[in-house]
């Protein structure tokens, strides 16, 4: 098996697929300055492609300015404060969708939970978002849901 080792690797030439042998490559001794110019043109590239890349950025930002103060409604989406129920993590998910909370009012495609950040674990209150399938089921819940109460709270 022929071979040479390049920069503490072992490189096979009888490998037929490499393109790359004595043969096919031309060994020359760059100047000093042939090398500086090297890096020079690949840094100038680089630092193009960055700039290349911050024009990019900032027309994407400028193209989203007039977001900037509107509300995206989602009218089949549900937000809950305040929710304290007696249920382990672990079934909290199929609890929430389950008939005695916010299944009675619909089709939920989607439950995120999400825990206030005080320090008192054990009398901690939860924040609920419920994705449902129709804008009327959200609609029912809210007003089934607002100023009601659950393990002494009021739920909003």
Known sequence: MAGRVQEDSFIDD??????YNDETIEWKVVSPEEFKAD????????????Q???Q?????????????GLRVVQKNLV???GL?????????????????YFGQYG????IVVSKARDGNQANQALGVYV??????????????????????????
């Open 39 to 50: 890096v020079q043109k690949q840094a100038r590239k680089k630092a193009e492609i960055r």
């Open 52 to 54: 290349k890349e911050a």
């Open 107 to 110: 089709k939920i495609v989607k």
């Open 131 to 156: 994705t449902f399938e129709r804008k009327e089921d959200a609609e029912k819940c809210i007003k089934a849901v607002d100023g009601s109460e659950n393990g002494g709270r009021v739920l909003r």
């Open 84 to 100: 304290n129920p007696r249920t382990q993590e672990e079934d909290l998910l199929h609890t929430l969708r389950g008939a005695q």
């Open 14 to 19: 009888s490998d037929e697929t490499w393109p």
């Open 79 to 81: 937000y809950v404060v």
């Open 56 to 68: 990019k950025r900032e027309v994407e930002s400028q193209n989203r300015k007039h977001l900037a």
